[in-house]
């Protein structure tokens, strides 16, 4: 502990990142924080140097265009690569919407059309959906308002936190018939549910860092330009894999819903449509979301209007 303290004030690593927080369990306390910089040079003395060859595996390694970001990120020298395409046929399986008249999730009046957007989808759906949130307060507050409106429809209603850990609402909503689950965090990723029980994936919001982050904000200054170089490859990845939760079977068939409309009204947008593999799109308002939705899941062929 001497030596973790004397690292912290007079002798901090080059490559550390240090900040002071607030204790979660108790408002007295003071915590102590420490995160690597950079993990390439830790990797590649403890990884790849102690091993005749390492093979990375992942559908998110790639920001769907390439290597490049993760191999700055990890330290890659001189590796082969290979970008396979998918054997799941998306534009027949996956409608993604995108309703034009939700507000900017900035505004004061997001948070209520949030509600309608996601009340609506789950009930044409009849449950079988997992929303997810880039924060455990927008995760509650909107857990505890829906679930005053979804219940009484006969839609269980299991949020992250709130009902248990990650392992826990998965378990109960796979029990129930006609659930949604609320989830952030490692909901985004790593969650394989297959067959009918899960026919529906939104997405609050587009899943930018928080800048003001320890981390985020050391790891961003070493960019000219730290939202472009850094928090959009970071976004996008995560994007992929909030969308990777829907389709895990090559019959299987979804409705992908993005509940921020930045994604078709700024710039950026069209980095996180292109990491996408080919669709069917349509923009809607928030209103016709149950109406998309219904038209897509009863059709009895993927992709069948």
Known sequence: CKIQMKEFFPRPDKNGIYWISDSVRSNRNLVFNKAPFNVSEYLENNLFKQ????????????DGNGFEYIKNKLGFDNSAEMLLGSPFDYQKSVL??????????KRYDYQLALEQSIYYSVIASKGRALVLFTSNASLNK??????????????NVFAQGMDGNATQVVKKFLKSQDAVLFGTSSLWEGV????????????????????????ISARSEVYEEPFT????????????????????KKDAKGVFIILDNRIINNSYGKLFFEALPTLSFRKTKIAMLDNEISKWLSSSEPGEP
Do not use: H
Request: aromatic share 4%; glycine share 6%.
């Open 51 to 62: 091993k005749k060859s390492v093979i990375l595996t992942g559908a998110t390694l790639s």
């Open 96 to 105: 993604v919407c995108v309703p034009e008249d939700i507000p900017n999730p």
């Open 142 to 155: 909107t857990a505890r308002s829906l679930k005053k409106s979804l219940m009484p429809q006969g839609i």
């Open 192 to 215: 394989d549910i297959q067959g009918d029980s899960l026919k529906l994936v939104m997405m609050a919001k587009l899943p930018f860092d928080v800048p003001t982050d320890p981390i």
């Open 229 to 248: 170089q850094y928090s959009i490859p970071e976004a996008v990845i995560k994007f992929r894999q909030g969308f990777g939760r829907l389709i895990r």
